[in-house]
């Protein structure tokens, strides 16, 4: 009997919050000394420009905000990714993912808005560096942060997915995409309507409504049931099995579907007005 064919498959997964626990803005934040509140009001603010991408907003705070620029050199970034509080077994995906299942490869990529170096410092020793994209800029002699050169958020990952697509010369169809919020909308519809699989981690509405599967763990390990189910065909049983094949048992397993629904009383002509105090 022939041996399978090969199946190679791109695994693209966003960063923050969905590779970790906490945000690469706060954490960057609290190194140099500003606080949540005021990082809060500074992101919210530059979410409301609309040429700044959904997800780029720390990008933009470090290239155009006084304090930021001031306080944020290179270095700081490099000690951010350590602090990043990484979810559980990402190294052991990793693993699985190239080592292969049942014929069937992948390839696994990091593309996130976060500052690459920020990323290259918390997955060191977990993802190579070359599949890893974040946001790059371009430094001054001090370390200062002189320009942007790259944003990878919003149609950014767009962008760069489809270089990934020409680089291993395959179809969106054999792609899988992970992430967990807003900046991940563009590519998961992009994804969605070219027969890609799409994860989202959070059960926010924005996401969650367009993810074709939502998984909800504290271990990264967790999208391999989708994976499992939806490339590979297996059952339950079997994927169970590997996960204990893997070190891993399955606990729970459950899945539910949310609805989310906002309720207000109809108005109709009968109605009487509200009274005003």
């Not at 009001?41 to 040429?51: H, Y």
């Not at 395959?170 to 992009?190: A, E, F, K, N, R």
């Not at 169970?240 to 094949?245: I, K, N, S, T």
């Amino acid at each position: 009997m022939a041996d399978k064919p090969l199946k190679r498959y791109i695994f693209a997964s966003d960063f923050d919050q969905t590779l970790t626990f906490n945000d690469s803005g706060y954490v960057l934040a609290e190194l140099v000394g500003i606080s949540t509140e005021e990082f809060e009001r500074k992101a919210k603010g530059m979410a409301k420009i609309n040429l700044v991408q959904q997800g780029a907003e720390l990008a933009y705070l470090l290239l155009h905000d006084p304090e930021f620029k001031a306080k944020v050199r290179k270095e700081h970034l490099h000690e951010a990714g350590k602090r990043i509080r990484l979810k559980s077994d990402i190294k052991l995906l990793y693993q699985i993912l190239e080592t292969g299942v049942d014929g069937h490869f992948f390839d696994f990529y990091v593309l996130s808005a976060a500052p690459v170096e920020v990323i290259y410092s918390a997955l060191e020793g977990i993802v190579p560096e070359d599949h890893i994209f974040g946001t790059e800029f371009r430094y001054k002699p001090n370390g200062e942060i002189d320009t942007i050169i790259r944003a990878t958020a919003g149609y950014g990952k767009v962008a760069v997915l489809n270089q990934l697509l020409a680089q291993h010369v395959t179809g969106p169809d054999h792609v899988i995409y992970s992430g967990d919020g807003s900046s991940d909308i563009h590519v998961m519809l992009q994804l969605n309507a070219r027969d890609g699989l799409t994860i989202a981690v959070s059960e926010s509405p924005h996401i969650s409504q367009i993810a074709k599967r939502t998984v909800l763990s504290t271990s990264a390990l967790a999208v391999l049931a989708p994976i499992l189910e939806e490339i590979t065909g297996w059952e339950r049983a079997r994927i169970r099995g590997f996960f204990e094949a893997h070190g891993m048992l399955i606990q729970e397993w459950e899945r539910v579907r949310t609805d989310w629904l906002t309720l207000r009383p109809a108005i109709t002509e009968d109605s009487e007005p509200m009274s005003v105090a």
